[in-house]
């Protein structure tokens, strides 16, 4: 079974995208910030990483997925976000999967693999800041 990192802020998000890539099989842990992402995965081995860009507190998704591609190439990570990311340094290599995407889509990026059409799209909606995706 492969496993995934989920890191997002938003709690409602994290749930659903949890019960939705469970149920395709994946094997999924969810945390809120990247101190807790950076403390799992020196705990365990995970097969792809997903990191909101936009993290509430601490290290930001982007300097988090930095330090994992530093330390731990073989990791496929995911950046998502719900805003524009034209004017921010994003590392190389990296896939960006812009807020409201399908679970499928996140499924695809973040291990190769292709899944029927899951429940929906994770929206930026429910985002606990107020702010939507267009």
Known sequence: MRSLLFVED?????ETAVMALTDV???????????????????RPFDAVVVDVHLADGISGIELTRRILK????LSVVLTTAYE?????????????????????????????????LSG?????DRSDGHRAV
């Open 25 to 43: 099989g994946l094997e999924v842990r969810a945390v809120r910030d990247a101190e807790s992402a950076w403390a799992l995965l020196e705990q």
């Open 71 to 74: 330390h731990h190439p073989e």
């Open 121 to 125: 799209a994770i929206t930026a909606s």
């Open 10 to 14: 938003n709690e409602l998000l994290a």
């Open 85 to 117: 990311t034209s004017e921010v340094a994003l590392p190389d290599g990296v896939v960006v999967l812009r807020k409201p995407y399908l679970f499928r889509e996140l499924v695809l990026a973040a291990t190769g693999e292709q899944v029927p059409d």
